[in-house]
């Protein structure tokens, strides 16, 4: 007995089944998954301007501390980061900032005063008050906001922070 190329009704009624159920899988399913894994997938570099406050409350020649705090938010998660800087004065329009996370492993470097020096003591390095490596692993100089990431407006101290 030859086979009939026609297919019985209740087979024809499962294949439409099946194509519509994988059509509107589809549609439901791509935006779902994209918005679900796009967070994941976006890293971006934020930049801004943070105010360390009147340039007076910084004596000149001593390197000073100034702690700040950084909200950066990936996807679903909220994180707040610390950072630090010490700001030598020269004069009124001559500023440095340098960072006081070693180049090394990150470590907080201090300003040792007696000695005048910052140290960093997860390896004993040390760096001169410009920001030079003076003894240790660091490979580099302490990171250093000068020129156009440090501004000076209506008396107050701005650095230009990248994160990222």
């Not at 040390?126 to 156009?148: C, N, W």
Request: a negative charge.
């Amino acid at each position: 007995m030859p086979h009939s190329p026609h297919m019985s009704r209740s087979d024809f009624v499962k294949v439409v089944t099946a194509f519509l159920g994988s059509i509107m899988g589809l549609v439901v399913g791509i935006p779902a998954i994209g918005y679900l894994i796009s967070p994941a997938r976006k890293r971006s570099a934020s930049d801004d301007w943070i105010p360390l406050g009147p340039l007076e409350n910084y004596p000149e020649g001593i390197p000073t501390l100034f702690n700040f705090t950084r909200t950066k938010v990936n996807g679903w998660e909220r994180t707040v980061n610390s950072y630090g800087v010490f700001v030598i004065r020269k004069s009124d329009q001559d500023v440095t900032v340098l960072s006081n996370k070693c180049t090394h492993l990150s470590c907080r470097v201090n300003w040792i005063a007696e000695d005048q020096f910052f140290f960093c003591p997860c390896h004993d390095a040390q760096f001169g008050i410009d920001g030079k490596v003076l003894d240790g692993p660091p490979p580099r100089p302490l990171d250093t906001y000068v020129g156009e990431a440090v501004k000076i407006e209506e008396g107050n101290l701005f650095i230009h922070f990248v994160e990222g």
